[in-house]
């Protein structure tokens, strides 16, 4: 297909209905199926309810295959959907954060692959699932190019994409086992079995399993390339993702380094986007979160590389604390610092682990600052940078109150300029 | 710093008067309700020591929350600067937000049942944050649409993207 061809309306493909049903339509099968063998007449009303709920559910299924199309027209993805209550959704290309290919594993099967548009606002994504997979790539780089068209100018000729990070698989087996997370989960296991029973242990080991699962599925394998614009995430175990993350719409940079992965030296690096969206179960996809996980785990030099690379002038000085600050926080004292050009403000933390939020000061929403009762004696107040999104902020804990209020000062001005007025 | 001038000279708005009768009006009928309920069921089933001490308790507490309101009104302020919108707040935690009107994405003007009563408002600023903290309480309804009115003219001419 070409440009063109993306103006005409077209359906999703003819093999969405299967995958739609997916899990469920599967477990009721295999709840069927051997009823049916076995013809057990004890289930013949439970038979009756299963088959009627798969017969309502494949119809319903092909119906809204039937009347969902889509187009790009007039800058924006166009979408019609629904049979009795019709709706027409628009998402303006201008307005796309990042556009994810996400393959489950019964898409993956068939060979199809569902495109989600990541708007600007907080719920609203457009999802066209599903699309033959050579099919979604396409539309997505004819998307990301309309796009860059209507915003930035596009680059003169495209750069030949380059490998930034690829996460090595027992690194990332490692780091799960080094987490404190399992192991307090294995500690208390362990003293459920002795003294309770092995039985009691199913209750939350399948539960933990499912998230230590989820998270390998979306980690396993993950690569970062650099591509025009922005970097392409990929990755996953049976069902993969891949979304491109325009350079432009990083809201802060985060690096992590837990405790148990210091002796190693390595660290986690996340990336933080606008908008945010319910994660996708089916998917095991974890992308739904604001935060991107561009390293699983890595080396300091694979993480400063790319940090080099999202924010190339970034405050390499550190900004301690004064001593004082020990009393209000004994377990983060040492993690304690920040410092800012007039791009970049970064700030460290964190009790255990030692965590480093870069954010663009372009990016920066709001400032607070607050002084507790502790903080008062202490002539120590605290500096918070609000970035879009929930619970993402960089923080100067405990500064000294008259450097704290120059720091703020300072802030505000430097935000002030480096603040460019919407197109 | 240019003309904004510093964070220490800034002549704050107050709410108005009345937001501390306000509150008190609310401590007091929160704390006759929680004594009245609770007593009363703790009456009911014969435990009337037990009434007592909570009623007793519940009382006090309003009587001592109803002491501090006055203290706890008076950190309230705001000042619109050239860029910003400054708002304080907190006697124990004192906080201080600079929401830049660039970064507003909508303003709220609330009145609760009691606020009516009082003829007062809530103006309050969104941004793309989640964790920005910008409330200003207990405004007169006419401060309160004047405000935010200016701050949402302010905020389109001066809106900048993600």
Same mark, same amino acid.
């Given at each position: 297909?070409?440009?063109?061809?993306?103006?005409?309306?077209?359906?999703?493909?003819?093999?969405?209905?299967?995958?739609?049903?997916?899990?469920?339509?599967?477990?009721?099968?295999?709840?069927?199926?051997?009823?049916?063998?076995?013809?057990?007449?004890?289930?013949?009303?439970?038979?009756?309810?299963?088959?009627?709920?798969?017969?309502?559910?494949?119809?319903?299924?092909?119906?809204?295959?039937?009347?969902?199309?889509?187009?790009?027209?007039?800058?924006?993805?166009?979408?019609?959907?629904?049979?009795?209550?019709?709706?027409?959704?628009?998402?303006?290309?201008?307005?796309?954060?990042?556009?994810?290919?996400?393959? =489950?594993?019964?898409?993956?099967?068939?060979?199809?692959?569902?495109?989600?548009?990541?708007?600007?606002?907080?719920?609203?994504?457009?999802?066209?699932?599903?699309?033959?997979?050579?099919?979604?790539?396409?539309?997505?780089?004819?998307?990301?190019?309309?796009?860059?068209?209507?915003?930035?100018?596009?680059?003169?000729?495209?750069? =030949?994409?380059?490998?930034?990070?690829?996460?090595?698989?027992?690194?990332?087996?490692?780091?799960?086992?080094?987490?404190?997370?399992?192991?307090?989960?294995?500690?208390?296991?362990?003293?459920?079995?002795?003294?309770?029973?092995?039985?009691?242990?199913?209750?939350?080991?399948? =539960?933990?399993?499912?998230?230590?699962?989820?998270?390998?599925?979306?980690?396993?394998?993950?690569?970062?390339?650099?591509?025009?614009?922005?970097?392409?995430?990929?990755?996953?175990?049976?069902?993969?993702?891949?979304?491109?993350?325009?350079?432009?719409?990083?809201?802060?940079?985060?690096?992590?380094?837990?405790?148990?992965?210091?002796?190693?030296?390595?660290?986690?690096?996340?990336?933080?986007?606008?908008?945010?969206?319910?994660?996708?179960?089916?998917?095991?996809?974890?992308?739904?979160?604001?935060? /991107?996980?561009?390293?699983?785990?890595?080396?300091?030099?694979?993480?400063?590389?790319?940090?080099?690379?999202?924010?190339?002038?970034?405050?390499?000085?550190? /900004?301690?604390?004064?001593?004082?600050?020990?009393?209000?926080?004994?377990?983060?004292?040492?993690?304690?610092?920040?410092?800012?050009?007039?791009?970049?403000?970064?700030?460290?933390?964190?009790?255990?682990?030692?965590?480093?939020?870069?954010? =663009?000061?372009?990016?920066?929403?709001?400032?607070?600052?607050?002084?507790?009762?502790?903080?008062?004696?202490?002539?120590?107040?605290?500096?918070?940078?609000?970035?879009?999104?929930?619970?993402? /902020?960089?923080?100067?804990?405990?500064?000294?109150?008259?450097?704290?209020?120059?720091?703020?000062?300072?802030?505000?001005?430097?935000?002030?300029?480096?603040?460019?007025?919407?197109? | $710093? !240019?003309?904004?001038?510093?964070?220490?000279?800034?002549?704050?708005?107050?709410?108005?008067?009345?937001?501390?009768?306000?509150?008190?009006?609310?401590?007091?009928?929160?704390?006759?309700?929680?004594? $009245?309920?609770?007593?009363?069921?703790?009456?009911?089933?014969?435990?009337?020591?037990?009434?007592?001490?909570?009623?007793?308790?519940?009382?006090?507490?309003?009587?001592?929350?109803?002491?501090?309101?006055?203290?706890?009104?008076?950190?309230?302020?705001?000042?619109?600067?050239?860029? !910003?919108?400054?708002?304080?707040?907190?006697?124990?935690?004192?906080?201080?937000?600079?929401?830049?009107?660039?970064?507003?994405?909508?303003? !709220?003007?609330?009145?609760?049942?009691?606020?009516?009563?009082?003829?007062?408002?809530?103006?309050?600023?969104?941004?793309?944050?989640?964790?920005?903290?910008?409330?200003?309480?207990? $405004?007169?309804?006419?401060?309160?649409?004047?405000?935010? !009115?200016?701050?949402?003219?302010?905020?389109?001419?001066?809106?900048?993207?993600?």
């Amino acid at each position: 297909m070409t440009v063109a061809a993306d103006e005409l309306w077209h359906r999703l493909s003819p093999l969405s209905p299967v995958v739609r049903l997916g899990r469920g339509g599967l477990a009721i099968f295999v709840l069927v199926v051997p009823a049916l063998v076995t013809g057990h007449s004890a289930v013949d009303w439970n038979l009756a309810a299963y088959g009627g709920l798969l017969v309502v559910g494949v119809a319903g299924s092909i119906v809204s295959w039937l009347v969902t199309r889509w187009r790009v027209h007039e800058g924006a993805l166009q979408k019609e959907e629904g049979l009795v209550r019709r709706q027409s959704l628009r998402f303006p290309l201008s307005q796309i954060q990042a556009v994810d290919v996400l393959q =489950p594993a019964l898409a993956r099967v068939f060979g199809l692959a569902e495109l989600r548009l990541r708007m600007g606002a907080s719920q609203s994504s457009g999802r066209l699932a599903y699309l033959p997979i050579a099919e979604a790539l396409a539309l997505r780089e004819r998307l990301l190019a309309r796009r860059e068209a209507t915003t930035e100018p596009v680059p003169a000729e495209p750069v =030949p994409s380059r490998l930034l990070f690829r996460v090595s698989t027992p690194r990332l087996v490692a780091s799960f086992v080094l987490d404190l997370g399992s192991l307090a989960l294995l500690a208390i296991s362990v003293v459920v079995v002795v003294f309770v029973g092995s039985g009691a242990l199913a209750i939350w080991i399948i =539960p933990a399993g499912v998230g230590i699962w989820r998270r390998i599925n979306a980690e396993y394998n993950r690569t970062v390339t650099e591509v025009p614009g922005g970097l392409h995430i990929e990755g996953g175990f049976v069902s993969t993702t891949a979304e491109t993350i325009p350079l432009g719409r990083v809201q802060a940079v985060r690096l992590t380094e837990p405790i148990l992965w210091r002796p190693f030296g390595w660290c986690r690096l996340l990336v933080v986007l606008a908008g945010r969206q319910a994660r996708d179960a089916e998917a095991g996809d974890t992308t739904g979160r604001s935060a /991107r996980a561009l390293i699983p785990v890595g080396t300091a030099e694979e993480a400063a590389a790319l940090v080099r690379h999202l924010l190339p002038d970034v405050p390499l000085e550190r /900004r301690r604390p004064p001593a004082r600050a020990r009393w209000k926080a004994p377990l983060s004292y040492p993690n304690l610092a920040w410092d800012t050009n007039d791009a970049v403000l970064v700030a460290t933390g964190g009790r255990l682990a030692r965590i480093t939020s870069w954010v =663009p000061l372009e990016k920066v929403q709001s400032l607070r600052r607050e002084r507790g009762p502790v903080q008062r004696r202490l002539r120590l107040e605290t500096i918070r940078v609000d970035v879009a999104g929930r619970g993402v /902020r960089a923080s100067l804990r405990d500064r000294d109150i008259v450097e704290g209020e120059q720091a703020l000062g300072e802030l505000v001005e430097l935000c002030r300029r480096a603040r460019r007025p919407a197109a | $710093l !240019d003309g904004n001038g510093s964070l220490d000279n800034v002549e704050w708005l107050r709410p108005s008067p009345r937001l501390a009768s306000m509150r008190r009006v609310e401590v007091a009928v929160v704390a006759v309700c929680v004594a $009245l309920i609770a007593g009363g069921a703790l009456l009911a089933s014969g435990l009337w020591l037990w009434a007592a001490v909570v009623v007793v308790v519940a009382l006090a507490g309003g009587a001592v929350t109803a002491m501090l309101v006055e203290r706890r009104v008076r950190t309230w302020g705001y000042a619109e600067r050239a860029d !910003d919108l400054l708002v304080q707040h907190g006697l124990l935690v004192a906080r201080l937000s600079v929401v830049p009107y660039g970064r507003m994405q909508f303003i !709220d003007v609330t009145a609760g049942p009691v606020e009516r009563a009082y003829g007062l408002v809530t103006v309050k600023l969104h941004t793309a944050a989640a964790a920005t903290d910008a409330r200003i309480p207990g $405004l007169t309804e006419e401060t309160g649409r004047g405000l935010r !009115d200016r701050l949402a003219s302010l905020g389109e001419a001066n809106a900048s993207g993600l």
